[in-house]
């Protein structure tokens, strides 16, 4: 019987994220998981914006989990000799004045320091939809998550097993668990929206959502494309190279699966169009499901009956910023008892 001290299930953002905390901490783990079984972390964007532009807000937790994730992915870069941080600033194109006066009236309040200087009309109307200008984001950018997360497990490959985790499987003993032929102290499930299939956490109401992307390539150049801008109006536009970008995202409750759709297609065909009508052509379009909770807060804890078994769950759109800091509260939780911030605790699905 082989001993170790974790087994993570699931090897997205959140299971890979938590990967390398616990390897920094000089933690003992094995990783059970099947890439294929869900292709959200692996098609993600990995855009990384500490703003909520609804109401032009911070993002919840932006000051703390940001430089925290900034300087986890930088270490990361290094451990795996991959570039995987690219800096952008986000150009968020104002629809109509009253967009335009709220910018300057956030700058000027708690947002300040992410909210950068409000630039006019840019080219001509056909090449760039930004009639009432547009409002720079500081501190923005995105993780190639398709590298961080290929990169990741063959990095790790020696501690992974390629396969669907069995529930039916898994013994509790006074000591942990026990899993075919290894004993482990404690199990972290990080599956994503396939929780729902887990008896043990299957209790927690996730609120998932189907995102779909586009790579797409232009026939010119945008006016913008000499500052590398993320590009955002009822969309995004992520610049790759050669007037490559990705665009994204949709948000589908209904039809909970990883295939693409003519509708998403159409929707964001539509949606870069309110942003540029340069013509453009679609390289590849890719389908995920976000695990995202009801309060769009992560979920992480420990299980109320088992005391061996973990949740690190519900990241959602901000997966990228959220997932290295939370990873370390779980850490605290499982190592020392140092309970989650209330907000993001299990205990709040578990009353």
């Not at 532009?53 to 937790?61: A, P, V």
């Not at 389908?287 to 420990?302: H, L, Q």
């Not at 290295?324 to 850490?331: D, I, K, V």
Request: hydrophobic share 40%.
């Amino acid at each position: 019987m082989e001993s170790t001290e974790y087994l993570i299930v699931g090897s997205g953002l959140a299971g890979m994220t938590l990967a390398h905390t616990l390897e920094k901490q000089g933690l003992r783990f094995k990783i059970i998981a099947k890439p294929e079984l869900s292709k959200c972390s692996q098609v993600a964007a990995g855009i990384y914006n500490p703003v909520v532009f609804y109401r032009i807000t911070k993002s919840y937790m932006a000051d703390a989990v940001l430089p925290f994730a900034l300087s986890f992915y930088g270490n990361i870069e290094l451990k795996l000799m991959q570039k995987l941080l690219y800096p952008h600033p986000v150009a968020k194109i104002f629809a109509n004045e009253n967009e335009s006066q709220l910018w300057e009236k956030r700058r000027e309040e708690g947002v300040g320091h992410y909210l950068g200087e409000h630039v006019p009309f840019v080219g001509d109307i056909d090449r760039l939809n930004s009639a009432f200008g547009f409002g720079l984001v500081n501190q923005t950018g995105s993780l190639d998550c398709e590298t961080f997360l290929s990169a990741s497990l063959e990095y790790f490959k020696p501690y992974w097993l390629n396969e669907t985790f069995q529930y039916a499987d898994l013994k509790h003993n006074h000591d942990g668990v026990e899993y075919h032929d290894i004993e482990a102290k404690n199990v972290i499930f990080c599956e994503g929206h396939l929780i729902a299939n887990n008896p043990f956490f299957n209790a927690i109401e996730l609120k998932p959502v189907k995102g779909e992307i586009l790579i797409v390539e232009f026939e010119d150049d945008l006016p913008t494309e000499e500052q590398e801008l993320i590009l955002n109006k009822k969309c995004y536009l992520l610049p790759i190279e050669n007037r490559q970008y990705i665009v994204g995202a949709t948000y589908n409750w209904n039809t909970l699966n990883d295939e693409i759709s003519t509708e998403g297609l159409e929707e964001l065909s539509k949606n870069i169009r309110e942003i540029t009508q340069i013509k453009f052509k679609v390289l590849r379009q890719t389908a995920g499901v976000r695990p995202a909770s009801a309060d769009r807060r992560p979920i992480i804890g420990m299980h109320p009956s088992h005391p061996s078994l973990f949740l690190f769950n519900g990241l959602g759109t901000k997966g990228v910023m959220l997932a290295p800091y939370y990873a370390n509260e779980l850490l605290q939780l499982m190592t020392l008892n140092q309970q989650p911030h209330k907000e993001v605790s299990i205990a709040r699905y578990l009353k």
